[in-house]
């Protein structure tokens, strides 16, 4: 920013893409940024899995709390998505661990999956409401986005004896009794 006799604030940026750097050359470093940017790195075709292995073994000698192990390894998750090959060299990758970063690297994976499955049976629940009762409000629709995972498997059952929205509120404040 500035005026014609005065530069008030200016900004100089360092321009880095990741799609240069070789993701070899982070892996020592024990840094969460560096566990979660080589999964955006300049990567073969055919390291795509030992990348989403490596960036998860890095992840796990980190010792980091488990909000953030989950935000890193989600990135990484997002960002370097496997077929089912890959995922099967993926798997192969991570049994090469030492037992301890195996067992947290399968903590995150594992927490990934559970995340798709709840997320699965939600939108399939939700698609049955919709069918079966009509649409639902956004503040019914939010009270069962936050049931758990038990919740949703007994709505499931439950909605088959629904005829209309009134049993399926009926049914939620019966939870909260």
């Given at each position: 920013?500035?005026?014609?006799?005065?530069?008030?604030?200016?900004?100089?940026?360092?321009?880095?893409?990741?799609n240069q750097l070789n993701w070899r050359d982070f892996l020592q470093q024990e840094n969460p940024v560096?566990?979660?940017?080589?999964?955006?790195?300049?990567?073969?075709?055919?390291?795509?899995?030992?990348?989403?292995?490596?960036?998860?073994?890095?992840?796990?000698?980190?010792?980091?709390?488990?909000?953030?192990?989950?935000?890193?390894?989600?990135?990484?998750?997002?960002?370097?998505?496997?077929?089912?090959?890959?995922?099967?060299?993926?798997?192969?990758?991570?049994?090469?661990?030492?037992?301890?970063?195996?067992?947290?690297?399968?903590?995150?994976?594992?927490?990934?999956?559970?995340?798709?499955?709840?997320?699965?049976?939600?939108?399939?629940?939700?698609?049955?409401?919709?069918?079966?009762?009509?649409?639902?409000?956004?503040?019914?629709?939010?009270?069962?986005?936050?049931?758990?995972?038990?919740?949703?498997?007994?709505?499931?059952?439950?909605?088959?004896?629904?005829?209309?929205?009134?049993?399926?509120?009926?049914?939620?404040?019966?939870?909260?009794?």
């Amino acid at each position: 920013m500035e005026f014609p006799d005065k530069n008030v604030l200016e900004f100089n940026y360092g321009v880095v893409q990741l799609n240069q750097l070789n993701w070899r050359d982070f892996l020592q470093q024990e840094n969460p940024v560096a566990s979660a940017l080589m999964a955006k790195m300049n990567i073969a075709p055919s390291e795509r899995p030992r990348v989403k292995a490596e960036c998860l073994r890095l992840l796990a000698t980190l010792r980091l709390d488990p909000a953030r192990m989950k935000m890193i390894g989600g990135f990484v998750d997002t960002y370097l998505k496997l077929n089912a090959a890959e995922e099967e060299i993926f798997q192969t990758e991570i049994a090469k661990f030492e037992v301890a970063k195996q067992e947290v690297v399968m903590e995150i994976v594992t927490s990934w999956e559970l995340k798709g499955i709840q997320k699965g049976k939600l939108e399939i629940i939700m698609r049955q409401i919709n069918r079966k009762v009509g649409a639902v409000t956004p503040e019914l629709e939010e009270r069962i986005r936050q049931l758990s995972t038990t919740q949703l498997e007994d709505l499931a059952e439950a909605l088959l004896d629904f005829s209309n929205a009134s049993d399926l509120v009926a049914w939620l404040n019966g939870l909260e009794e």
